[in-house]
T-cell receptor
Framework: DVKVTQSSRYLVKRTGEKVFLECVQD?????MFWYRQDPGLGLRLIYF???????EKGDIPEGYSVSREKKERFSLILESASTNQTSMYLC???????????????FGPGTRLTVL | AQKITQTQPGMFVQEKEAVTLDCTYD???????LFWYKQPSSGEMIFLIY??????QNATEGRYSLNFQKARKSANLVISASQLGDSAMYFC????????????FGSGTRLQVQP
């Protein structure tokens, strides 16, 4: 079974703090993703990575950065946390399929971040 | 650009009955995949079922089936014999087979199974 873990289930931080959210997958997947989930908005893509040291912006990258130094680990960084970054953060990983099939993404349990 | 629309914010179903959750999509990609995920109150997104745009048959996984109508751009999830443990948020999502492989999600449907 695919296993994606996230460093914290709940996190409370103060405005202006630098926040690190860690994600680790154990299935040797090439692709990793960070989403945030807000009520009524579904999940929105923040950043993704196709390989080690590679990263690409998603739909809402402002205020975030990422790091992928090892294949199994993908970190989301809030450089200076703000109250509008209070949200549920979900990490996912997938591996490319061949042919016309599409990757299936597997998610971690999520981190509920509150910024005060 | 891709777009997923789920028009049912909430649904109720009696235990042991079947329920259909609606999903329509829009995309200009010629090849794509459609997914359904379940999110219980614990928060984890659980993969349920996948349908490729070129698949001729509707996907099935146990009690889950995907009613795929390509011409209508719909990908409804059917849950047969509902159980109390099926109560959760359900998200429809899609991604293209090429280029950016991230998922585009709908806003979700909250399903409540009543005894």
């Amino acid at each position: 079974d695919v296993k994606v873990t996230q460093s914290s289930r709940y996190l409370v931080k103060r405005t202006g703090e630098k926040v690190f959210l860690e994600c680790v997958q154990d299935m040797d997947h090439e692709n990793m993703f960070w989403y945030r989930q807000d009520p009524g908005l579904g999940l929105r893509l923040i950043y993704f990575s196709y390989d080690v040291k590679m990263k690409e912006k998603g739909d809402i990258p402002e205020g975030y950065s990422v790091s992928r130094e090892k294949k199994e680990r993908f970190s989301l960084i809030l450089e200076s946390a703000s109250t509008n970054q209070t949200s549920m953060y979900l990490c996912a990983s997938s591996t490319p399929r061949t042919g016309y099939s599409t990757d299936t993404q597997y998610f971690g349990p999520g981190t509920r971040l509150t910024v005060l | 650009a891709q777009k997923i629309t789920q028009t049912q914010p909430g649904m109720f179903v009696q235990e042991k009955e079947a329920v259909t959750l609606d999903c329509t999509y829009d995309t200009s990609d010629p090849s794509y995949g459609l997914f359904w995920y379940k999110q219980p109150s614990s928060g984890e997104m659980i993969f349920l079922i996948y349908q490729g745009s070129y698949d001729q048959q509707n996907a099935t996984e146990g009690r889950y089936s995907l009613n795929f109508q390509k011409a209508r751009k719909s990908a409804n999830l059917v849950i047969s014999a509902s159980q109390l443990g099926d109560s959760a948020m359900y998200f429809c999502a899609m991604s293209a087979d090429t280029g950016r492989r991230a998922l585009t999600f709908g806003s979700g449907t909250r399903l409540q199974v009543q005894p």
